[in-house]
């Protein structure tokens, strides 16, 4: 059963910036991506292929700081 997710991301500013979150969200295995904008990400992901702390760690790691807001 897949798990929601919505990240509140700072740093986003454009729609370059959505374009390089969507991106590496989407190389998340395990991720079946939602609405992407400035500011927010929401997601479903796999519990057992990935978990929301390693999400949130590949927004950071391209520069963003990611927030993980409970639903």
Avoid: Y
Avoid at 24 to 37: F, H, K, S, Y
Wanted: with cysteine; net charge negative.
């Amino acid at each position: 059963m897949a798990d929601s997710l919505r990240l509140s991301i700072e740093g986003m500013h454009c729609d370059g910036c959505v374009r390089r979150v969507s991106a590496a969200l989407q190389a998340i295995e395990g991720v079946e991506l939602g609405p992407v904008e400035v500011g927010s990400a929401e997601m479903t992901f796999d519990p057992g292929r990935t978990s929301a702390g390693e999400i949130a760690s590949a927004v950071n790691r391209i520069g963003f700081t990611a927030h993980i807001n409970k639903q």
